[in-house]
């Protein structure tokens, strides 16, 4: 039997791990059902990832992207004008509002670092970055601080079906910064 050259498979197995956990959550996780989810041999799952974890951090790294993407790319923010408390608090909204699936999942494998260290380092990553581009309109400190308070007000709506509130989220940022 020939080995045919499929450049995208690995990249097929990480989406469907992304919609695997999207489905059932990380315990729904195996290498089996991923490799049934993207159409591919066991073999091939294991053969890219030798374990879950690494698969979680290539789907954690994939799934972080949304939000963090939206802030790097807001040309508001680049505008020394712009309201960063306001433009925040929208940019918060528009991911809340959008594929509430994709951000529960993004969430679920960020929080999963609690119990996979293996994970830990990609969660330290996305909050590294996240505050780094936020420092170019606010100092190191206030940038972290920022980051913080933007994952609790997320998890704080996630996790209580609470509407979004971008006035609050607005008045909140704006006390932290300078």
């Not at 309201?83 to 909204?93: M, S």
């Not at 293996?118 to 980051?147: H, I, K, Y």
Request: aromatic letters at 6%.
């Amino acid at each position: 039997m020939t080995r045919r050259y499929d450049p995208e498979r690995r990249q097929r197995i990480i989406d469907a791990a992304i919609r695997v956990v999207g489905r059932g959550g990380i315990a729904g996780l195996s290498h089996r059902t991923v490799a049934a989810e993207a159409d591919v041999p066991l073999g091939s799952t294991t053969y890219h990832f030798a374990s879950l974890d690494e698969l979680l951090v290539a789907a954690l790294r994939q799934a972080s992207e949304g939000f963090a993407t939206a802030v790097r790319e807001s040309g508001a923010l680049a505008d020394p004008r712009c309201d960063v408390a306001g433009e925040l608090a929208r940019l918060i909204g528009e991911w809340l509002a959008g594929d509430r699936v994709g951000v529960e999942l993004e969430y679920e494998l960020y929080l999963a670092a609690l119990r996979r260290p293996a994970l830990r380092p990609v969660a330290a990553e996305w909050c590294t970055a996240m505050a780094e581009t936020l420092s170019r309109r606010t100092d190191p400190a206030t940038a972290r601080a920022l980051v913080a308070l933007l994952d609790g007000i997320c998890l704080q709506v996630l996790l209580t079906d609470a509407a979004y509130d971008p006035g609050h989220t607005r008045e909140m940022l704006a006390r932290l910064i300078p």
